[in-house]
């Protein structure tokens, strides 16, 4: 008779007391996460505008209707150029740069600290100074380039069909390397010198040690990086939001900004919901090839 | 002889032309990380025509002028309370239910525990943008849209599966002999979580805090989308908005930059160890 009480209490204390623990998480996360989720599927079915009371199930048509648009490739070419340029760059950057810290210097801290400083820094704040950096008159870059009598290449770089896109990437590589400084410095310091020695003294000069020893060694975290890069590459928005939103003639678009004017500009709830479930399976699967590599590497 | 000495003093003096390289490197990059902000900051202070007459150099008449114009007319008064009523309990909501839940992750086990935990992971990688359409309607008809809450609420649910990988990383640091002395000594369940177990974990709370504050302060999209209300706009879009008012005023749209971008530099300077720490255990190991 005493057994059932106990192991009830038992089974209270175990499976239903950190059940209590997880679920406000659970409630709030479930709601304004995953439900919204899903309602981004239904929604991408439908022809809904936000204001209709029953939402038309209309099949794939958006998904038809969305490979047809050429906004949507023209958006989704500037992702990958963002990408492909934004994601190689600032790693680069930040390895070498924490390659030269690595190597002893004083003031390493002072470095860090002044590296990362831009990464702190709201991407509208970001997008503000540089909007003002480029402008055609008061900007510092035209003042110099006219003060060095190069007149002829000073422009209003953010109007410039040609040019727009590529200053803005430069505004966001300044605002980002140092983020990859910081986590590819702290991954050096973590790895394994005996190996680094060893191939000291079998006599690697330093360009094939920082190859052959380093680089395996930082591989995880490299791919943890891209990864994010990546991610973050198909989500960009703020910075091109705050200086050009997407002009001119949509030379700066990108897929998060031409799906904000389609779902809140033209309400567009179910077509701006086919377009971000674009950016989310290109963001999950560029998340997911990376771990499943990361993991096969360890 | 010679030709001992000589190829010596060529690699000494070759390594101290390597290390001049190096630094020169390292102190360009600094300069260039650095500029923007002094320019931002000292155009500030600058009169208006001195900005459009020698935009690089210091400011000749200091004023204060700008931060009066911002802070009153501008309305950056309001936007500053706003970020701060909105910012206070995101960051307090997110610590309190990232470190129940990640307690309970990291110390007990329970049926369906791994699912739960994978469904929270997926929100690492999930974008924002994946869920905003529908959550602005979800918004709307429960009547949130035009509160604060509209922003509290979703800022929190997103930060939460980084903040429960954070502090399930913390509580699974901590020594089983702890929880069962706490259990000893009479605590029930929440009882050793509160008073034994949380305490141990403020480096962890510090750290995810400052992530919290960061993400909130500087949350763009996401107020753009919810706080549509000029009255409820918190800074970073009260900056976008002010900016294509005054285009012209740069001194005036810098003074707001300032603003909002001072307590983001002083909180990041006086955690930096934190904030570097945590953002590095999470990147490097997990």
């Given amino acids: ?108 801290t002072l470095f860090r600290t002044i590296f990362f400083m831009p990464v702190v ?178 | 002889m010679h030709s001992a000495t000589l190829p010596r003093t060529s690699g000494r003096r070759g390594a101290f032309l390597l290390t001049l390289i190096k630094y020169a490197i390292l102190v360009m990059v600094a300069i260039l990380c650095l500029m923007p902000f002094v320019w931002v900051w000292s155009s500030a202070f600058k009169p208006s025509l001195e900005i459009a007459d020698t935009p690089l150099a210091l400011p000749r008449e200091p004023t204060l002028q700008n931060f009066a114009n911002a802070w009153i007319q501008g309305r950056f008064a309001k936007y500053f309370t706003n970020s701060l009523i909105v910012t206070v309990p995101i960051v307090g909501f997110t610590l309190l239910l990232s470190s129940l839940a990640g307690y309970a992750f990291a110390r007990h086990y329970f049926r369906g525990r791994q699912t739960l935990f994978y469904a929270f992971l997926l929100g690492l990688t999930l974008p924002f943008t994946s869920i905003m359409i529908p959550l602005y309607y979800t918004l709307r008809d429960t009547g949130l849209l035009g509160t604060y809450w509209a922003m509290i609420v979703p800022q929190t649910a997103i930060g939460l599966p980084f903040g429960i990988f954070i502090m399930r990383a913390f509580f699974q640091s901590l020594p089983r002999e702890l929880e069962d002395s706490g259990r000893v000594d009479g605590c029930n369940e929440f009882g050793v979580f509160w008073r034994v177990m949380l305490p141990l974990t403020t480096p962890g709370m510090i750290t995810l805090g400052i992530f919290s504050f960061l993400g909130a302060w500087n949350s763009f999209l996401l107020p753009l989308i919810f706080m549509q209300r000029e009255s409820l706009r918190p800074l970073v879009v009260g900056l976008m908005f002010f900016q294509s008012r005054y285009t012209r005023d740069f001194a005036l749209i810098m003074a707001g930059a300032t603003i909002i971008s001072v307590p983001v530099i002083v909180v990041y300077i006086i955690f930096q160890r934190q904030f570097i720490q945590g953002l590095t255990a999470g990147a490097v190991k997990g």
Wanted: with cysteine; glycine share 8%; charged share 10%.
């Fill in chain 1, 1 to 108: 008779m005493s057994v059932r009480p106990r192991s009830l209490r038992r089974s209270w204390r175990r499976q239903a007391l950190p059940l209590l623990f997880v679920l406000p998480a659970l409630l709030v996360y479930a709601l304004f996460v995953l439900w919204p989720f899903v309602n981004t599927i239904h929604y991408s079915l439908t022809d809904w505008d936000g204001a209709q009371p029953v939402k038309n199930f209309i099949g794939l048509a958006n998904y038809r209707d969305m490979f047809a648009d050429p906004l949507m490739w023209l958006s989704l070419r500037h992702n990958l150029i963002w990408i492909a340029l934004g994601t190689l760059t600032p790693v680069v950057i930040g390895l070498v740069l924490a390659n030269l810290v690595w190597s002893g210097v004083k003031g390493r």
């Fill in chain 1, 121 to 298: 820094l709201a991407s509208v704040v970001v997008g503000i100074i540089w909007h003002w950096i480029y402008h055609p008159l008061f900007g510092p870059i035209n003042v110099v380039l006219r003060n060095m009598g190069l007149e002829q290449v000073a422009r209003g770089w953010l109007g410039d069909y040609d040019w727009a896109l590529y200053a803005l990437l430069l505004a966001g590589l300044w605002a980002y390397f140092g983020f990859c400084f910081v986590i590819l410095l702290a991954a050096l310091q973590g790895i394994d010198m005996e190996i680094h020695d060893a191939a000291m003294i079998d006599g690697a000069g330093s360009f094939k040690r920082f190859w052959h020893v380093t680089v395996p060694q930082l591989a995880p975290v490299l791919t943890m990086l891209t990864a994010f890069t990546l991610i973050g590459g198909f989500n960009v928005f703020d910075i091109i939001f705050v200086t050009t939103k997407g002009g001119p003639a949509n030379a700066t678009d990108v897929l998060a900004t031409y799906t904000y004017r389609q779902a809140f500009t033209l309400n567009e709830a179910g077509y701006g919901a086919t377009l971000t479930m674009m950016i989310t399976v290109l963001s999950l699967v560029a998340s997911y090839t990376f771990i499943t590599l990361r993991e096969r590497g360890q």
